[in-house]
C-alpha cells in the first residue's frame, strides 16, 4: 500500500537506479510514496518531470521542483538528512574518490551488461564477458581500497558505493545465470563475493531489490524496444 508522504519517487521496481534511490530512503528511514511507472508508454508526468531525458527516477519533496538522476537524489537525500546514515564520507578526498569510482560502474562497467544483451553470437559474447570479469577485478582492488578489511565499501555499513553498485545485485545474477559465467566469484573476486552475500541480506535491501519477474518482465521490454544486433 502507498504511503501518504511529502516525498514521493516515481520508478519502476525492476530499475536498478530507482532500487539505489530505495535503499537510501530505507537507510534513512525516509517515509515515501512509490509512484509505478510504465516505460513502455511513458506517463506525462514523467515526460513533464525530466523533459531532458525522460527516464526514471524522479524524486518528488514538498512543493520543490522534481530532482532527477539517481546520483543526485542520494546526494540531495544525504544533505536533506545528514544526521542519520550518512551515505558519503565528510572528507573531501574521499568523498572525489568515491564520486569517482560511481562514475566508473554506472559509465563503464554496468553498461557492459546491456552490451552483452544486444550483442549477437558466441564470439562477441564471449569478449564482453572477459571484459565484464576485468572490470570485477578493478571493482575487487577499489573494495579492498574502501573496506579497510571489512564487510563493505563503507566500513561497518552500507555506504555510498554499497547503492551505487549494489543497486545491480539482481541484474548481475540474472546476467550470470543466463550467460553462464560468474561477475563476481570466490576466486576471481573473493572479497566482493562476500560482500555479495552481506548485501543480498542487508534489511534495507532485501525488501526493494527485484525479484525473477519483474527482472523477466523487464528484460522481456528491452527485448522488444531494443533488441539485439549483429555485429
Known amino acids: 500500500m502507498a504511503i501518504k508522504s511529502e516525498i514521493k519517487l516515481l520508478g519502476t521496481a ?14 534513512k528511514s525516509i517515509e515515501y510514496e512509490f509512484i509505478e511507472e510504465n ?15 525522460k527516464k526514471i527516477p524522479v524524486l518528488f519533496h514538498a ?35 568515491n564520486r569517482f569510482w560511481a562514475n566508473y560502474i554506472d559509465n563503464k562497467f554496468y553498461p557492459l551488461y546491456e552490451e552483452l544483451r544486444l ?3 558466441r564470439e562477441g559474447k564471449e569478449a564482453i564477458k572477459i571484459r565484464i ?17 571489512k564487510a563493505y565499501f563503507g566500513g561497518d555499513d552500507v555506504g555510498y558505493l554499497d547503492v551505487v553498485l549494489g543497486c545491480f545485485l ?3 545474477k540474472f546476467v550470470e545465470k543466463n550467460n553462464e559465467f560468474k561477475v563476481f ?35 522481456m521490454m528491452l527485448q522488444k524496444y531494443r533488441p ?3 555485429i
Not at 570479469?133 to 578489511?149: H, I
Not at 560482500?195 to 527485484?210: A, F, L, N
Open 14 to 27: 525492476a530499475s536498478p537506479f530507482v532500487n539505489r534511490v530505495q535503499f537510501v530512503l530505507n537507510l
Open 39 to 53: 516505460l513502455a508508454c511513458k506517463s506525462e508526468l514523467l515526460l513533464t518531470s525530466n523533459p531532458i531525458h
Open 63 to 97: 512543493n520543490m521542483p522534481p530532482i532527477c538522476e539517481s546520483l543526485i537524489i542520494i546526494e540531495y537525500l544525504d544533505e536533506i538528512k545528514p544526521d542519520v546514515h550518512r551515505i558519503l564520507p565528510s572528507d573531501p578526498v574521499e568523498r572525489a574518490n
Open 119 to 121: 550483442t549477437l553470437g
Open 133 to 149: 570479469m576485468e572490470g570485477s577485478v578493478l571493482l575487487e582492488e577499489a573494495f579492498m581500497k574502501f573496506s579497510n578489511g
Open 170 to 172: 539482481a541484474w548481475t
Open 185 to 219: 566469484d570466490e576466486v576471481r573476486t573473493p572479497r566482493l563475493a562476500e560482500w555479495t552475500k552481506h548485501m543480498w541480506s542487508h534489511e534495507v535491501v532485501k525488501d526493494v531489490i527485484p525479484g525473477n519477474e519483474p527482472i523477466m518482465n523487464f528484460y
Open 228 to 230: 539485439p544486433r549483429a
